[in-house]
């Protein structure tokens, strides 16, 4: 990671998680304030995997643009 860290910024955000880890500190990451997001990446994923009707965990926009990209599907 210290070689990402030396040519780009990182963007951190928020997340509800019951670990107590916090990211390394570094003036190249950069946290994000906003919101915590009720789903995990890992259960959209999975619920993408799927087939899952994903409506109440992501914006329209977002659905949209996963599946005409076919991501998370393996």
């Given at each position: ?31 994000i ?9 890992t ?32």
């Amino acid at each position: 990671y210290e070689k990402i860290l030396e040519c780009a910024d990182v963007y951190v955000y928020p997340r509800n998680s019951s670990g107590s880890s916090s990211p390394v500190q570094h003036p190249n990451i950069k946290i994000i304030k906003g919101p915590l997001h009720p789903h995990s990446a890992t259960a959209i994923r999975e619920g993408i995997r799927k087939n899952a009707i994903m409506d109440e965990m992501l914006l329209k926009e977002v659905k949209e643009y996963i599946v005409e990209n076919g991501l998370y599907i393996k």
